[in-house]
């Protein structure tokens, strides 16, 4: 009886500590994991973007904004040239949300599909931008759900503490 009493003590600390070492071993490795950078999906597209100058969208929307309406809200463009004169990113300001972020160029703010688009982009870099055209919204004219592709780099300013 005290033999056996012995043996399952053994056995129970024995599954303890292979248990808990388990369990540590889950926790440097799910700590590792959530400290990797998250890799977005390259953007595919059935078939190729139209291209559409910028300065093109403005005017229909300025000569007839029904129309215009009609013709490209919802639809996704290429927008090819377009130079940042405003970057508000999650390199800059850690705390903006999604929602926030934008790369703007006169009165248009481009938003990003995903939250991380714009870190590698700052003011003064031209882009070409792919995204859906939303339309006039409190002043300024968005385009949503963009992609970016560097067409001219230049200096990111200093990142703000996380």
Known sequence: MRKTCRRLLIAVKCFFRAGFAGMLLLAV????????????PVPVYQSAPQILPLEKLLSDYA??????????????????????????????????????????????????????????????FVVDVVGDVQGWIQ???????????????????PTVGY
């Open 63 to 124: 000569a007839d904004p029904v129309a215009a309406a009609v013709r490209y809200k919802g639809k996704t463009f290429l927008f090819p040239g377009i130079e940042a004169e405003n970057v508000l990113s999650n390199y800059i300001n850690s705390r903006a949300t999604l929602n926030e972020l934008f790369l703007q160029n006169g009165s248009v703010r481009f938003r990003p599909k995903y939250i991380y688009s714009l870190d590698s982009i700052g003011p003064d």
């Open 29 to 40: 490795v799910f700590s590792f994991t959530s400290c990797a950078l998250t890799v977005y």
């Open 139 to 157: 002043g300024y004219f968005y385009i949503d759900n963009c992609s970016y592709a560097i067409v001219k780099g230049g200096d990111l300013p």
